[in-house]
């Protein structure tokens, strides 16, 4: 029975035991619950039943009350609930459109990103406008801004500067949209309302672990190993106006430094800065330049070099293919060079033994979890967060939910990789 036809018969029960005036004194017209219309037949009953009537009336009233409950599914006695119900003026997903802004579609992996996070949506029923800005803020801009005007309910941003979407997500407040920073946070606002990524300091830490472990510093359980060294390093950070590059460098240098100070690591380029190393928007061929302009002015009386830091998979080519052309560095010979999120061309590199290493995000969860926000801020609920105190904006500190990253050799790619169906193994090979 719908709630307007229940509505309808525990009023035609009450006309029938007391009159329309004295029915209208005690009803509540804007009642709309089945709990809240059982709750008034009570209370009127009670109220309007002349005393010498009343042992009569009770009998053929409640009779009839207990009729239409019987008609009502799930019907629930006064005061009582029988289940959760979604907070009132909870939006449908068949009504609501959630914008997925993406900085490129230059990296596969920003690519399966978009199209994950779109799909789960689609799954749910939302509708979805999935848009790339090519690396480009003006773009990204735009496209948030034809997002809010189309009438979006909800954003995911992949910002490609953290910094300059201000002036968008006030617009976006103003619409009362909720924004979720995807993987990269959002700096300089209040508008932004929670963040989902991965540890990103642990991450810095994992791919300084990968580079020790390769030149033998550390063994398989991590454990120091002493007597070795020193051993020639160069590093590169990501990209200065992308929050995550100074997370990762942060975690890597914490674990390098103790190696620096005690000269078992050199650096003979002297560039240790982060301001040095940092590849403006993670563009391969920038950092190849770099890779080359050391090779030339750092190592060129025939010092070797031992292992390169790099932050992220496509450095980690652009690297690769300065060391193998400027450097001389044939495939069997290469220094030790990390990476970050096992995009297809990097796990390859792992397997035909010229990267070392990279860490693995899985983007599936990091999309689910996304998600899962959205889909919670659009029902009126509170979405699951796990970190409440590390990723403070400038502005405020932005609820956050961490996901767990994992280094990835030769040794365990097959595990992580091709055993859990992130990629087959024709994929990497």
Same mark, same amino acid.
């Given at each position: 029975? %719908? ?57 053929? *009233? ?59 949506? %689609? ?15 003006p773009t990204q801009v735009s496209q948030i801004e034809n ?60 791919? #300084?672990?990968? *580079?020790?472990?390769? *030149? ?6 991590? %454990? ?10 160069? &590093? ?28 078992? *690591? ?11 190393? #940092? ?9 190849? %330049? ?39 560095? #044939?495939?069997?010979? &290469? ?81 992580? &990789? ?12």
């Open positions: 029975m %719908k709630p307007k036809s229940f509505r309808n018969s525990c009023r035609a029960v009450l006309l029938a035991f007391t009159n329309r005036s004295i029915l209208n004194r005690h009803i509540n017209n804007v009642a709309r619950t089945r709990e809240h219309w059982c709750c008034l037949v009570h209370q009127h009953f009670a109220a309007v039943l002349p005393r010498k009537e009343k042992m009569v009336r009770i009998k053929k *009233l409640m009779g009839a009350v207990a009729l239409v409950l019987a008609l009502t599914v799930g019907a629930t006695g006064c005061g009582s609930r029988g289940g959760a119900s979604e907070p009132s003026g909870a939006a449908k997903p068949s009504d609501s459109l959630v914008g997925i802004s993406m900085p490129t579609q230059t990296s596969e992996r920003w690519i399966a990103d978009g199209a994950n996070v779109e799909k789960s949506l %689609k799954d749910l029923g939302y509708k979805t406008d999935l848009q790339f800005a090519n690396d480009d803020i997002m809010l005007t189309k009438g979006a309910k909800a954003l995911i941003i992949a910002a490609i500067d953290g910094t300059t979407l201000t002036d968008v997500l006030a617009k976006a407040k103003e619409q009362n949209v909720k924004v979720i920073a995807y993987d990269r946070l959002i700096n300089g606002t209040p508008n932004v309302d929670y963040y989902t990524t991965f540890d990103n300091y642990t991450v810095g830490v994992q791919q #300084a672990t990968s *580079l020790l472990t390769g *030149l033998g510093l550390v063994d398989a359980s991590g %454990k120091k190993v002493d007597g070795k060294g020193p051993f020639n390093i160069e &590093l590169f950070a990501g990209s200065p106006d992308d929050n995550n590059a100074n997370f990762f460098w942060t975690g890597a240098m914490d674990t390098l430094k103790p190696y620096m100070d005690a000269g078992t *690591l050199k650096v003979p380029s002297g560039q240790t800065k982060f301001e040095q190393a #940092a590849i403006l928007r993670w563009q391969a061929p920038v950092a190849q %330049k770099r890779m080359e302009d050391i090779i030339t002015s750092a190592y060129s009386s025939g010092t070797k070099l031992n292992g390169v830091l790099s932050p992220y998979d496509g450095l980690s080519i652009g690297i690769i293919s300065a060391l193998t052309s400027t450097g001389g560095y #044939a495939k069997g010979s &290469l220094p030790v060079v990390t990476g970050q999120d096992a995009e297809k061309g990097s796990v390859k590199s792992i397997v035909a033994g010229e990267q070392y290493s990279t860490i693995f995000k899985d983007t599936r969860q990091l999309g689910a979890q996304a998600v899962k926000m959205v889909d919670a801020v659009l029902k009126g609920q509170e979405p699951e967060t796990n970190d409440t105190k590390t990723y403070n904006n400038k502005v405020k500190v932005v609820p956050a939910f961490l996901l767990k990253s994992v280094i990835i050799t030769k040794d365990n790619y097959k595990k992580e &990789l091709i055993d859990s169906g992130y990629y087959k193994d024709s994929d990497v090979k």
